[in-house]
């Protein structure tokens, strides 16, 4: 039986047509339908935050983001170790991505180095809860507020993760989460924007729906509406997602179990909450992580490259910026298979080849 890196979570059938049911009374179907509000609200519920806004999906969360705060067309410190939407959102608002380099243990941006890299063109940092693991929000924090400059996280990984007591997406002046298919937690495509500002929450609201209040138009929009279809899925998941979460830890507790120590893995940051949303292992060396997808390959089990390259060498970048810890983790680390309903038989084949 093959194994994928991961396997979307589908909700008994049963649950979702239920949600279908209400669809067909309702007879609407898209535009901030019922679903889609009363999904917003149980979502600020489970997540404890407010003014929660559900898009179609992520990467157009980040984009009302950088609009919302009115960064398009400046520089922005970023990380290179994230998904290519981090870099390809900033780029389509044609912001600079400032790329700074990461922590060797969590992988999430060195905000040491963040300092360095502020140039009077700099209006932003955007950083990445790396896996679902919180980067040093406080410092991060505390340089923006010396710099005068705004923090969006990229907290597609978040879902459920917690720092200080604290849900990851109440951190920053806009967080955002991703909904996708192979997220955690998911609504087939969708995402959300959490903004700490009601000013600036108010203004995605419309940003979101093109701008426009009936015949009233206010400002520049786009269309980033959610369906009723996404929230229904969203609204069905949400009832199992704490069941989720505490399955992929027992799956994450048994890969610690079998897998040989010597595999070096992420430091989860001091208080933090971790959501089990990845899985990753360090390698020795590029070599050797050739050698191991060729071995899995061979047992039809398919971990991935990720993340894979480093974003900063992106051959679409106007200018090289140079980031060694990034470029080299980047070229040793995989993600192994995990998923709610992955069985020990399966987990004890993959670390098989592993210790191998
Ligand atoms: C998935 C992902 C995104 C984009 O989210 P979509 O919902 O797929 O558009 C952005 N950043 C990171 C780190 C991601 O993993």
Redesign the pocket.
């Known amino acids: 039986m093959r194994i994928n890196v991961t396997k979307t979570f589908m909700p008994p059938a049963e649950e979702y047509q239920v949600y279908l049911d209400r669809i067909w009374q309702s007879g609407h179907i898209t535009n901030q339908g019922p679903l889609l509000l009363e999904l917003e609200k149980k979502l600020e519920k489970h997540l404890e935050v407010s003014r929660l806004h559900f898009v179609t ?4 969360a ?1 984009q009302l983001a950088i609009r919302a705060l009115g960064l398009e067309g400046s520089e922005v410190i970023t990380t290179p170790f ?2 290519v ?2 870099v390809s959102a900033l780029l389509w608002e044609n912001c600079t991505p400032i790329f700074v380099d990461i922590e060797p243990d969590t992988f999430c941006i060195d905000a040491d180095k963040i300092e360095a890299a502020i140039t009077p063109h700099t209006k932003a940092i955007m950083p ?1 809860h790396v896996f679902g693991n919180a980067c040093d929000v406080e410092k991060i924090g505390a340089i923006a507020k010396k710099h005068n400059l705004k923090v969006i996280y ?1 907290g ?2 978040g879902f459920g993760a917690q720092y200080g007591g604290k849900s990851l997406l109440s951190y920053g002046d806009i967080a955002m989460c ?3 298919a ?2 955690l937690f998911h609504t087939i ?3 959300c924007l959490i903004a700490s500002d009601p000013a600036v929450s108010d203004k995605i609201e419309l940003m979101k729906r093109f701008g426009h209040n009936g015949d009233e138009h206010y400002m520049l929009g786009i269309n980033a509406k959610g369906s009723e279809f996404q929230a229904a899925m969203g609204l069905v998941n949400l009832g199992h997602v704490e069941d989720i979460i505490a399955q992929r830890k027992a799956v994450y507790e048994l890969y610690d179990h079998h897998l040989s120590p010597k595999y070096r893995r992420p430091v989860i940051q001091s208080g933090a909450v971790y959501n089990y949303a990845y899985y990753p292992l360090l390698l020795e060396s590029e070599a050797e992580l050739m050698g191991l997808m060729e071995a899995f390959t061979a047992e039809d089990i398919f971990p991935r490259r990720y993340f894979f390259p480093s974003l900063n060498t992106l051959p679409y970048l106007p200018d090289k910026q140079s980031t060694p810890i990034s470029e080299d983790i980047s070229r040793r680390i995989i993600c192994l298979p995990l998923y709610s309903d992955l069985s020990e038989e399966d987990i004890k084949r993959i670390c098989g080849v592993l210790n191998r």
């Open positions: 999906n992520g990467t157009l980040l994230s998904y939407a981090t990445v990229d597609a990984h991703s909904f996708h192979t997220k495509e969708g995402g």
